[in-house]
RNA sequence: UGGGGUAUCGCCAAGCGGUAAGGCACGGGACUUUGACUCCCGCAUUCGUAGGUUCAAAUCCUGCUACCCCAG
């Protein structure tokens, strides 16, 4: 009986996926992993909660039940990277990396450890077959589909992975574990970054940034108010600057970060031109399988800028590391450190990291 | 301390005798495995202040205070 460890959260998609899993008669372990040691604002670790609830399912499954610790791992190949990305004032995706360096790796090395031929986890995406390669696909429910942040696996960290509710809906995920009585179906989705949880996000950096406020600046120049830290702030950003009334009364966003001047740049109106964009340089460009098409030649497919963003067409070529976009239609708050994901139909291709965006043509962008 | 003007929620701003619009900010919620965006709900028993007129005033009158402009 080929055994499978799935990664569980405590949550109601993993739980599903082991569910899943037993029934087809696999021999599966669930694994639970703690990578933050930190009590939340209330001072309740979620961790010990979820922990409580992995037991739970799993007993109620009737699987055995382990928990790892990868906070080391974590702090040095995901947390420590997060934070130097803010201290140069980008806004990273950390999720993106977890998953490369510690879901499937860290957990995937312990998988295989424990003797499993796979690992497993409750993403929402699926894995195919293509001219002989693994795919990733997104998942079924378009909804849900978390493609996005997977973007960054090889084609040799799907392989040994299975994503058992990649071809449900959320609903669907719901109603089974309502019908086998998990005692997590009723559990709300949890966000915030992995492992981390939910939080005041301003409250948090405080703990790990330092404060270094200054003006905030209307494009020509005009004080608005002041800021806490660049580092605080992200692209697009209209909550929690703090700026009402002037100019046409309309909402203040952030339009862009001075890190010279230490002046975080602000405009009024939600559709104000510096926020958007349809040329992007993206770096640490990664594919799934093989890069599409060859170097330095442009293909079109298709981008999301963001989770949960649709599918949007572009014009796309990669050269090395670098990946350069040109939108058909004006992005909005492309930002620096943020992911871009590139898409042939349900086939993520791969991504890279935004560097720089805007609606001029920059250098080296793609020549039509 | 001559003349004129303005004082309504943190900001902008309706109101012109009939019992406080709206926008922004802010707070809460929804959405969401990043950060954001978005959506929904809430948000002045009170109109610089003290009196007066009136059945009734933020709206009219008077004093005071503050600020602005022009004169000095």
Redesign the pocket.
Same mark, same amino acid.
């Given at each position: 009986m080929e055994r499978i460890v799935v990664g569980m959260s405590g949550g109601v998609d993993s739980s599903v996926a082991a569910l899943l899993l037993k029934r087809q008669g696999y021999d599966v372990v669930g694994v639970f992993m703690k990578n933050w040691d930190e009590q939340d604002e209330n001072g309740a670790c979620t961790a010990t909660q979820d922990w409580g609830d992995v037991q739970a399912v799993c007993d109620h499954i009737g699987i055995p039940y382990y928990a790892v610790n990868f906070e080391k791992e974590y702090q040095e190949r995901v947390f420590s990277y997060f934070l130097e990305e803010y201290r140069k004032g980008r806004?990273?995706?950390?999720?993106v990396l977890c998953?490369r360096e510690i879901k499937f790796k860290a957990f995937l090395d312990f998988a295989l450890q424990l003797g499993a031929g796979k690992m497993a986890t409750g993403?929402f995406v699926k894995t195919g077959a293509l001219h002989g390669h693994t795919t990733l696909l997104k998942g079924a429910d378009p909804?849900?589909d978390?493609s996005y942040?997977l973007y960054m696996l090889k084609e040799e960290q799907l392989q040994k992975a299975v994503f058992p509710v990649g071809d449900m809906t959320k609903a669907q995920v719901r109603a089974l574990a309502f019908e086998a009585g998990l005692p997590v179906s009723q559990k709300k989705?949890?966000?915030?970054?992995?492992f981390i949880g939910e939080r005041n996000?301003?409250q948090f950096l405080q703990g790990f940034l330092p404060l270094q406020a200054g003006e905030m600046q209307t494009e020509d120049g005009r004080v608005m108010g002041r800021h806490i830290g660049l580092s605080y702030y992200? @692209? !697009?950003?209209?909550? &929690? @600057? !703090?700026?009402?009334? &002037?100019g046409d009364?309309?909402?203040?966003f952030v339009v862009d970060k001075d890190l010279k001047r230490n002046v975080l740049v602000v405009a009024q109106g939600?559709d104000h031109p510096r926020l958007y964009s349809r040329y992007v340089r993206a770096s640490q460009a990664t594919w799934v399988g093989e890069p599409p098409g060859a170097e330095g030649a442009p293909f079109r497919c298709a981008a999301t800028f963001?989770?949960?963003q649709a599918d949007q067409p572009v014009e796309a070529v990669w050269r090395g590391q670098d990946l350069y976009l040109r939108a058909e239609q004006p992005q909005r708050?492309v930002?620096p450190g943020?992911s871009v994901v590139l898409y042939d139909g349900d086939r993520c291709l791969g991504g890279g990291i935004a560097e720089e965006a805007g609606m001029r043509p920059l250098a080296d962008l793609v020549t039509k």
């Open positions: 806004t990273p995706n950390p999720d998953n993403h909804n849900k978390q942040f989705d949890s966000t915030g970054v992995c996000f301003r992200t @692209l !697009g950003q209209r909550k &929690g @600057l !703090g700026i009402g009334g &002037g009364g309309r909402s203040w939600e963001r989770y949960r708050a930002t943020q």
